[in-house]
Every structure is written in C-alpha cells, then in structure tokens.
C-alpha cells in the first residue's frame, strides 16, 4: 500500500514556474514507477511525465518536453515534476501515481496502482 500527497500547486503567471511534490508513505518506494498525470475541465486525465523505478529511463508528453523535468528522491520517498516556462494551457489538476505493475506502460493511466488526491496548477495569461 502506497499512499501520495501532492503539494506545490498555485496560481502563476505565463512564463513562470512550479515544482510540484508528492510524498509517499511507504517503505517501497524505490520499488516503484512513479508517474504524473494532468486533467483539466472538460478533458480526460493525460499522461505528463514517468521516471521507472530504476530512475533509469524517463518520459515526457510532447506537450511539455524541455520545459518539465521529473525527479525522484528515494531517500525522501519524493518524486518532483520542476515546471518551466508555464503557459496557459498547462492549467490542470496535476496528479501523482505510483505503479508497481509488471506491463507497466508509462502513459496509461490504468498501469498505475495509486494515486494522490490532486493539486491544483493555473497558469494566467
């Protein structure tokens, strides 16, 4: 059992940045792949970003390539997504995941075992 808490959303203005955190209560975590995932009003929940449990192997959207880096620290049983360069468009519900699937695959979100509870990221024009 895993469970996460995300923290670090909030309100930015286009350009600006955010990282976001999720805590992780468990003593598995380095077991674990962990995801984030992003839903806006109206949208279905889209993968943003994976990083294997290894930390060997990392995945972006496209829509947010060179501008989110995904991070873990194990010993903190924290992953972290850095946000740059914000735009409008990034405004969301952003959610953590965790998967300990053997067919994981990163940009399905029913791959994922756990989730947190969501923050909220707005982006203003």
């Known amino acids: 059992q895993v469970q996460l808490v995300e923290s670090g959303g909030g309100l930015v203005q286009a350009g600006g940045s955010l990282r976001l955190s999720c805590a992780a209560a468990?003593?598995?975590?380095?077991?674990?792949?962990m995801g984030w995932f992003r839903q806006a009003p109206g949208k279905e929940r889209e993968f943003v970003a994976a990083?294997?449990?290894?930390?060997?192997?990392?995945y972006y959207a496209d829509s947010v390539k060179g501008r989110f880096t995904i991070s873990r620290d194990n010993a903190k049983n924290t992953v972290y997504l850095q946000m740059n360069s914000l735009k409008p468009e990034d405004t969301a519900v952003y959610y953590c995941?965790?998967?300990?699937?053997?067919?994981?695959?990163?940009?399905?979100?029913?791959?994922?075992?756990?989730w947190g509870q969501g923050t909220q990221v707005t982006v203003s024009s």
């Open positions: 990083k294997t449990y290894s930390g060997t192997s990392t």
């Open positions: 468990g003593r598995t975590f380095s077991s674990y792949h």
């Open positions: 995941a965790a998967s300990n699937n053997y067919y994981y695959y990163h940009r399905s979100p029913s791959s994922y075992n756990y």
